[in-house]
């Protein structure tokens, strides 16, 4: 076959643009050789260590195709599969409504070409995942749990008696763990909070260390927390709080005067707002943040439900657990803590600018390491894994959509 016969070929099969920006990248010439086709195929034999075994990178073609088709079918795979380490099987913002975390940054068909060139593809391959110790973590336990699995009959019900998640509940979660840290930047704030939102815990970070962790409340079933990306930007000391429509055409829409004042409330400018004060629902700080979806972090008057051991309880908004000395430490992190506690002592509604905006990452995670080192599954609150789950191979699983409590009103 002559060189244009070659490219003729290469160009009836490579149909995808991807495909296509590769080949034009090639000058529509056959590059792949035994020796990286066998990198190639050793890597993807490697892809439990990422809970990808399920799915199939098929690089190979029947005997008798060309070597057009056997060179584009291999591209496709490790196209595909890098793809898949880099930014996840799975685009989150398909399966969310709202969805603002940054995504990897990576161009995955430069790449492939380049690793190719230099004969370093498996080093390539292998630096497309997340290359933290979680990571690594959460892939040693799942690799555990599918041997496990193997092992028994997967007859066990989904959680033993002893509280116990079965080996193969266990790994699908583990896999779309590593399949949620894909999809987050790999260079994410040094200086941030995350927010687990599974979980029910803050962890706030410093320079890349964690200095802090904290029980939060988060949204109830029907109310979810949003996943999101959004900086604290100020300090709200003892706020008021403007009632949503969607609250006071809700479980407010039958009160009258009587309970408006017993709950220090005022129907001001066609909304009900809450004075400041030890019982107002935000409690005695706000952690204002820039988003269109009306999130924040925010104090409590009722901390007693920081002792459950479900949390999914708000509207949508995130409770922190003794969030005054939260709010202090942030303050004097920033040094602005003399301005704070002038503004926290002086029972009125005062904003505090924080001179630099601190990051906040809004996460779900069910299945994590946390602050001991230990790998952590739990329950599914809202539900959210099964999407995700049957992307990667897997079946539903066990359903464990947390029940909504109807506990108060606030936010």
């Given at each position: 076959m002559s060189a244009g016969q070659a490219q003729a070929a290469l160009r009836s099969l490579a149909t995808e643009p991807e495909l296509q920006r590769f080949y034009d990248r090639a000058q529509w010439r056959l590059v792949w050789t035994d020796a990286t086709a066998r990198a190639l195929e050793d890597a993807i034999a490697h892809r439990a260590n990422h809970g990808l075994d399920r799915l199939f990178f098929p690089s190979s073609v029947e005997p008798a195709a060309s070597p057009e088709a056997l060179d584009v079918a291999r591209t496709r795979a490790a196209l595909r599969y890098a793809r898949a380490l880099a930014m996840g099987v799975v685009d989150p913002a398909t399966l969310h409504a709202v969805y603002t975390l940054p995504r990897p940054d990576a161009d995955i068909v430069v790449g492939l070409a380049t690793a190719l060139d230099r004969g370093d593809l498996p080093a390539w391959l292998a630096g497309l995942a997340p290359q933290h110790a979680d990571y690594r973590r959460l892939s040693e336990a799942y690799r555990a749990a599918v041997a496990e699995q193997r092992l028994g009959n997967g007859s066990a019900p989904p959680i033993a008696a002893n509280g116990l998640i079965r080996p193969a509940d266990r790994a699908r979660t583990l896999a779309v763990a590593l399949e949620r840290l894909r999809w987050l930047a790999r260079n994410p704030p040094a200086t941030r909070i995350d927010v687990n939102i599974a979980a029910a815990r803050l962890t706030y970070y410093r320079d890349g260390v964690p200095v802090d962790s904290r029980k939060v409340i988060v949204g109830k079933p029907g109310r979810e927390t949003p996943l999101l990306s959004s900086p604290i930007y100020r300090l709200v000391a003892n706020p008021t709080w403007t009632i949503p429509k969607s609250i006071e055409n809700t479980e407010l829409a039958h009160v009258g005067p009587d309970y408006l004042a017993s709950h220090n409330m005022v129907r001001r400018g066609g909304y009900i707002v809450q004075q400041p004060g030890p019982d107002n629902a935000l409690g005695m700080v706000k952690f204002d943040m820039i988003n269109d979806q009306a999130i924040y972090l925010h104090d409590t008057s009722a901390p007693g439900l920081f002792e459950r051991s479900q949390r999914h309880l708000s509207h949508g908004c995130v409770r922190v657990d003794d969030a005054l000395g939260f709010a202090q430490l942030l303050a004097e992190d920033e040094g602005v803590a003399d301005r704070w506690q002038a503004a926290s002592a002086s029972g009125e509604q005062i904003f505090v600018a924080?001179?630099?905006?601190?990051?906040?990452?809004?996460?779900?995670?069910?299945?994590?390491?946390?602050?001991?080192?230990?790998?952590?599954?739990?329950?599914?609150?809202?539900?959210?894994?099964?999407?995700?789950?049957?992307?990667?191979?897997?079946d539903d699983g066990s359903r464990t959509r947390t029940q909504a409590d109807a506990i108060d009103i606030g936010p």
């Open positions: 924080l001179p630099v905006r601190i990051p906040v990452r809004l996460l779900y995670q069910n299945a994590f390491v946390d602050e001991i080192g230990r790998v952590t599954v739990r329950t599914d609150p809202y539900d959210w894994n099964g999407s995700v789950a049957r992307a990667l191979g897997f």
